[in-house]
């Protein structure tokens, strides 16, 4: 389930328009919810290793999934003791955090360094590989490294334009702050 979260997140059909604002005490209960909801995860385990196999574009089933898994009722029961009011609003606030905090990080890059560089590289690596004849097994993983690659990024291209002005700019105002907070996270995590 380490990514079901941030699947779930990007997809989330309700509650853009009355989403609350972001503030540091929003983004420290997401930060121990998300924490409470991944310690299921030795509970569960067979039915986080299933969710991480939902895509981006699988949302539906992703929510169908979590909602009619026996880890539900848990998840649920820590979402009734937070400001949360449901998975759409923990997924919605996630999402903005994470999109602002992609934007600005973009924004500080130099010229030339940012995830179009990092694509082109990839590529470039490949393409020399093959031409050395490296052996397909490492040609293979670098592919999939890189069609890793590109899916992040188009997610992560994706919660930026769910971000909004305000939450950039909350972002931009806190981003030492905001870095804590995503440094603190378990290297596991689904935010």
């Not at 299921?40 to 196999?53: Q, V």
């Not at 999934?65 to 919605?92: C, H, R």
């Amino acid at each position: 389930m380490k990514y079901l979260l941030l699947v779930l997140i990007f997809f989330s059909p309700s509650l853009w328009a009355d989403s609350p604002l972001l503030s540091k005490a929003l983004i420290k209960s997401l930060s121990t919810i998300s924490e409470k909801i991944d310690s299921l995860e030795t509970k569960y385990p067979k039915i986080f290793a299933e969710s991480d196999k939902f895509g981006m574009s699988d949302q539906a089933k992703a929510v169908k999934f979590i909602e009619a898994s026996k880890a539900y009722p848990d998840v649920k029961n820590i979402l009734s003791k937070s400001e949360f009011k449901n998975l759409n609003e923990l997924y919605e606030v996630s999402i903005r955090f994470m999109g602002a905090l992609y934007f600005v990080q973009m924004q500080k890059m130099p010229e030339g360094s940012g995830p179009n560089a990092m694509i082109q590289s990839l590529e470039a690596s490949i393409k020399q590989m093959k031409q050395n004849g490296a052996p397909s097994s490492v040609i293979n993983e670098m592919e999939a490294s890189l069609i890793e690659t590109k899916a992040q990024i188009k997610d992560m291209q994706l919660a930026t334009n769910k971000a909004s002005k305000a939450d950039k700019a909350f972002v931009s105002n806190n981003l030492d702050w905001a870095m804590s907070m995503i440094s603190e996270e378990p290297e596991e995590a689904d935010f």
